[in-house]
T-cell receptor, first 112, second 115 residues
Framework: DVVLTQSPLALPVTLGQPASISCRSS???????????LSWFQQRPGQSPRRLIY???NRDSGVPDRFSGSGSGTEFTLKISRVEAEDVGVYYC?????????FGQGTKLEIK | EAQLVESGGGLVQPGGSLRLSCEVS????????MSWVRQAPGKGLEWVAN??????????VDSVRGRFTVSRDNTKNSLYLQMNSLRADDTAMYYC???FGPGYWGQGTLVSVSS
């Protein structure tokens, strides 16, 4: 199975400051069609997961533009340009290139 | 707007069975691969199974293969998960979600396996 390793696992951030989460894959995530199916999810406390980013860098509808995704090969990054209070929660990367689809362990973002 | 509503969770003894349902509205259900994803209490996410639009291709994670069966009824806009031989480590919130395209998720239904 593809293992996704996130870092850091805990991320204390001051309001208004940037934040960055890394996701490293144990295998190439390039699918046979040439695309990389790597997504990022946000899970706020007590809520179901919400997808923020798909195919590395495409924002889902309604996602603020302070969220951005980047990366290639086996290294991917989620960045928040200016953290707001509503961004508190756990962030997961997820791959849909190879079955079984897998998630990273999660990164818990909190406000300092 | 898409709505996915799961039901059927509850408390069951080890070795028992449950059938989860997910009723979908607001999208053309028959055009979407669908999935079940679970989350054990305080833990991360695990993709359990997915099913093609026409139901003729299905994938399971190893930990549930042979015990869980996913199905769908496109005439009822509904997705199902039949869970047999349940174990304590199947205790989790179970979410239904679209597999590809727009990332629609339900609010989940809680399954607890305990004696």
């Amino acid at each position: 199975d593809v293992v996704l390793t996130q870092s850091p696992l805990a991320l204390p951030v001051t309001l208004g400051q940037p934040a960055s989460i890394s996701c490293r894959s144990s295998q190439s995530l390039v699918y046979s069609d040439g695309y990389i199916y790597l997504s990022w999810f946000q899970q706020r406390p007590g809520q179901s997961p919400r997808r923020l980013i798909y195919q590395i860098s495409n924002r889902d509808s309604g996602v603020p533009d302070r969220f951005s995704g980047s990366g290639s090969g086996t290294e991917f990054t989620l960045k928040i340009s200016r953290v707001e209070a509503e961004d508190v929660g756990v962030y997961y990367c997820m791959q849909q290139t190879r079955w079984p689809y897998t998630f990273g362990q999660g990164t818990k973002l909190e406000i300092k | 707007e898409a709505q996915l509503v799961e039901s059927g969770g509850g408390l069951v003894q080890p070795g028992g069975s449950l059938r989860l349902s997910c009723e979908v509205s607001g999208i053309t259900f028959e055009n979407y691969w669908m999935s079940w994803v679970r989350q054990a209490p305080g833990k991360g996410l695990e993709w359990v199974a997915n099913i093609r639009e026409d139901g003729r291709e299905i994938n399971y994670v190893d930990s549930v293969r042979g015990r869980f069966t996913v199905s769908r009824d496109n005439t009822k806009n509904s997705l199902y998960l039949q869970m047999n031989s349940l174990r304590a480590d199947d205790t989790a919130m179970y979410y239904c979600a679209t597999t590809f395209g727009p990332g629609y998720w339900g609010q989940g239904t809680l399954v607890s396996v305990s004696s």
